[in-house]
């Protein structure tokens, strides 16, 4: 009798961490006795796509072959994630068996997990393996229809959106082709937040100023204030007065998010800097990223946008010191046991507190209403570490609004005003960092800080006076100059007068618990 | 036992205090005779109960007596009973005096010119100001300023004794060997140094509620008169005012807002016929000292050259935190310029930054 072996060999794609990578699909049908495995270290899931696959086959309309069949994941020493592999697997068996072109399947590379009546549903991480697909000197790619649009961002990239599986078949034996998927294009500058905006917020002209020069600047921010003073109001509104995101800059976040599988149905791309506000009980990976395969956390979620940490000192010191060094560097290394991931983790820190535990003060450190023993106002104090607050460049006190002030029609200023003022400082800060990593005046070091930060004479004196009288430490004089840099910038002056020093000065970190 | 020795021990129990020490002497003649006392006989003695009298019984071993004294010595401490030349003069002239008591540092016979300032433990701004300022400027005349180390006015009265190189002397509610709060530990060493920590407790004992009165009898019975800065309607402080008036001490009070409730027990005060004080002069006028001179809390801004914005921005302050905010609907200017004035006020030390905003200063 004679023996018929047939071997297919489909590439598809994984993720790991925000990485994609390509994997090689091997399809073996032989004869003996009908079975169905599938090795190359699969999880839960690809171990299951078993079942999926023989349903979908078979509502396609195809027979499932009742033989040996044994699926390979190439390199098989790596460990695979997730449902993507369902729709290369099922190609691979009908190539196998003859349904499909062999040739026709080994230049294109196959994403897509399958429903029981053979539709194909999208998966996460569509763009960073559409990104390996390009660099493994791939040039087609077929992907479910709702990954089309961050697929599609990949320039040289053929890419095909298919509905069932039975589409994919039809295109890929020349009966029915699919029309390639336009390139996702989007114009960034003109994507607005619609829904809030900074006038939407009454009084607070304080805080608002210090926003816009955190804005300017990318400098981080601590807000202390009562409840209801409207710490979050304001936070929730920051992302409008920051310049638009670049196109490059879009794209790595999007990257984060589709490793996620969080990307919004629609086009597929990020356009608007993203604001991220996790709960004060979060673990430490949970905010820098974890698992057993490292997965992002909450801090490459905020990737060149917000993260907004509300009550401040109730975060686990755990998660807030892990924060130093991602802050620091703008990435942060997740090393464990399934493999090693490198997240992108720039962004502007807006930190919330109230100035005490008892809620009724209305001061930082309490006040005759407030409750709290003095001790236990220090240690609220105390949970954030001064490795942290050296790092805050910018802290502003939020006071209660008066009712009058709700009411008041005055015209507030919109976002879109106060963002042409923070591009213009971005702009000059663009210019002056050119040939340089650094990008604005928060990431300066010391060096930059000699360099770009020469204050005029005067500025020099009232500095001096002002470390002298109020107390201000030498980490204080660096921040403060730095700010001092930014309200510059947004004045458009090249140099930094007293003035520019003078209001740095005011916003200064308070002295604690006093 | 000697007699020294035995009012020592007397003195170790709590529930003795100078008023039931008092009939004992009355009763036995001698503290070394209530010691060796049958409780029956004790029990006869006005005020002592089972309990208390159970507790002097058991002195007579002596055991007390020691740890007290070994204790003393360890920690540096003189135990000065009512017949010791270092027990300071003016409290035997006050009913009841506390049989012993425990000093860390020194009481000189100078010390007996001095003023009480005293007031609430959640100051204001202003009256941790005024509290300062007044205690510097009396140690400056050479009085020394007795207080009881609490937290908010006590403490600040300690402070500005110390800032203007004076003597002050800190009465505790506890035993000596317990700071109370905590975060005077410093400052009570700083107050060893130039002055004296007294208390009339034993050694261990709890800053316990009762403890306080008998601690401000202490205080205005030290000086020579009582000066209260911020005090609410139920406020300690106003306890020791009653003792001064008792012991026949002058009793001052520095006037706050109208509507403040730290205010409310000042005015009550002045009300009822104390001493209304806007400086140090007053009170050494009052207490027949010859006054050097102007040295009220005064407005210095008047003297210094202001730009217009920093005269308007000023115009908004007081002595109770405004808020930036405040001052940017007060003055119409933005927050940006209200920002770069109060920094600027605060250079040329008119203006402060403090919790909810800034004050003048």
Redesign the interface.
């Known amino acids: 009798m004679e023996v018929r072996l047939v071997l297919a060999k489909v590439p598809g794609g994984a993720v790991l961490g925000i990485d994609g990578y390509l994997v090689y699909v091997e399809v073996d049908v032989s004869s003996g006795l009908p079975s169905f495995e599938i090795v190359g270290l699969p999880d839960t899931a690809i171990r299951e796509a078993r079942e999926r696959v023989r349903a979908a086959l078979r509502n396609s309309g195809y027979e499932f072959p009742l033989r040996r069949i044994t699926v390979n994941l190439a390199p098989a020493m790596i460990r695979k994630e997730g449902a993507g592999f369902d729709l290369p697997i099922a190609i691979g068996i009908l190539s196998a068996i003859g349904e499909v072109d062999k040739g026709k399947v080994a230049d294109c590379v196959f994403l897509g997990e399958l429903s029981l009546d053979g539709n194909v549903r999208g998966t996460p991480g569509a763009l960073s393996i559409a990104l390996a697909t390009k660099e493994q000197g791939f040039c087609e790619m077929i992907v479910a229809e709702a990954n089309v649009g961050e697929a599609a961002l990949v320039d040289g990239l053929d890419i095909y959106g298919v509905g069932t599986l039975r589409d994919v078949v039809r295109h890929l034996n020349g009966v029915e082709r699919i029309e390639r998927a336009g390139r996702t294009n989007i114009n960034l500058s003109s994507v607005r937040a619609e829904d809030v905006d900074f006038a939407d917020v009454a009084?607070?002209?304080?805080?608002?100023?210090v926003l816009e020069i955190a804005a300017a600047g990318s400098h981080n921010v601590l807000m202390v204030g009562p409840p209801g003073s409207g710490k979050t109001m304001l936070a929730r509104r920051f992302h409008t007065i920051l310049p638009p995101l670049s196109w490059d800059e879009a794209f790595e976040v999007t990257k984060v998010y589709s490793a996620l599988g969080l990307l919004p149905a629609g086009n597929g791309l990020i356009s608007r800097r993203p604001f991220r506000s996790p709960h004060h009980t979060i673990s430490p990976a949970g905010l820098i990223g974890g698992g057993r395969i490292p997965k992002p956390g909450e801090i490459s979620l905020a990737h060149r946008g917000v993260l907004f940490l509300d009550e401040l000192p109730e975060f686990g010191s755990h998660a807030l010191e892990a924060l130093r060094q991602p802050m620091e560097d703008g990435f942060v290394t997740v090393a464990r046991v399934g493999g090693v991931g490198v997240f992108p983790s720039r962004f502007i820190l807006l930190g919330a507190m109230n100035?005490c535990l008892c809620f009724k003060s209305?001061?930082?450190?309490?006040?005759?209403s407030?409750t709290c023993s003095?001790?236990a106002v220090?240690r609220y104090l105390n949970r954030l570490s001064g490795p942290l607050l050296d790092r805050i460049d910018l802290h502003v006190?939020v006071?209660q609004?008066e009712v009058h002030?709700l009411h008041e029609s005055k015209d507030r200023e919109r976002s879109m005003d106060i963002q042409k003022r923070v591009m213009k400082a971005r702009d000059a800060q663009i210019a002056r960092f050119s040939g340089t990593p650094v990008r604005c005046n928060a990431e300066m070091g010391s060096g930059e800080i000699e360099t770009y930060c020469k204050p005029t004479k005067d500025a020099r004196t009232?500095l001096y006076?002002?470390m002298h009288?109020?107390g201000l430490s030498v980490r204080s004089y660096t921040r403060t100059l730095k700010v001092a840099r930014t309200i510059a910038d947004l004045e458009g002056s090249e140099g930094i007068q007293a003035?520019h020093v003078?209001?740095a000065?005011?916003?200064r970190m308070?002295v604690f618990g006093? | 036992m000697e007699e020294r020795e035995c009012i020592i021990a007397l003195n170790t129990i709590l529930t003795v205090g100078g008023e039931r020490f008092a009939n004992l002497m009355r009763a036995f003649g001698s503290a070394r005779a209530a010691i060796g006392a049958k409780e029956q006989e004790l029990r006869q003695v006005k005020g002592i109960g089972k309990e208390t009298a159970r507790r002097i019984r058991s002195l007579c071993d002596g055991q007390a007596l020691m740890q007290e004294i070994q204790k003393a010595e360890e920690l540096g401490v003189e135990i000065a009973t009512k017949n010791d030349p270092l027990y300071p003069h003016a409290l035997l002239n006050i009913s009841y005096p506390p049989p012993a008591l425990y000093i860390l540092g020194k009481v000189l016979p100078s010390d007996a010119f001095s003023i009480a300032i005293v007031g609430s433990r959640?100051p204001?701004y202003y009256g941790t100001r005024v509290a300062r300022h007044l205690s510097k400027n009396a140690v400056e005349e050479g009085l020394a300023v007795v207080s009881g180390m609490a937290?908010g006015i006590d403490s600040a009265a300690h402070k500005g004794a110390l800032a203007g190189g004076g003597r002050t002397v800190a009465v505790l509610g506890s035993g000596i060997d317990v700071i109370y709060?905590?975060?005077n530990k410093e400052l009570a060493e700083e107050i060893r140094e130039n002055g004296a920590v007294i208390s009339e407790f034993p050694f261990g004992t709890c800053p316990f509620r009762q403890n306080f009165p008998r601690r401000n009898r202490i205080i205005s019975g030290l000086a020579l008169g009582v000066v209260i800065v911020e005090a609410g309607e139920t406020s300690g402080a106003l306890i020791t005012a009653d003792f001064a008036l008792e012991q026949g001490r002058e009793v001052f009070a520095v006037p706050g807002e109208i509507g403040n409730?730290?205010s409310r027990g000042t005015h009550n005060l002045i009300k009822q016929g104390a001493t209304l004080i806007e400086g140090i002069d007053d009170i050494l006028e009052e207490l027949g000292i010859p006054t050097g001179g102007e040295r009220n809390l005064r407005d210095s801004s008047g003297e210094m050259s202001l730009s217009s914005l920093e005269k308007r921005v000023l115009a908004q302050l007081g002595f109770l935190?405004v808020?930036?905010?405040?001052i940017?609907?007060a003055t119409g200017h933005?927050?940006?310029t209200?920002?770069?004035a109060?920094?600027?006020l605060?250079?040329k030390?008119v203006a402060a930054?403090?919790?909810?905003?800034y004050v003048r200063s």
């Open positions: 009084g607070q002209t304080h805080a608002k100023r100035p209305a001061n930082l450190g309490g006040s005759s407030c003095p001790g220090r006190e006071g609004v002030e009232l006076s002002a009288k109020l003035h003078a209001e000065v005011g916003y308070p006093v | 959640k204001s937290r709060p905590p975060e409730p730290l935190p808020s930036t905010d405040d940017v609907i933005s927050a940006q209200v920002t770069l109060l920094v600027q605060e250079l030390g930054r403090v919790t909810g905003g």
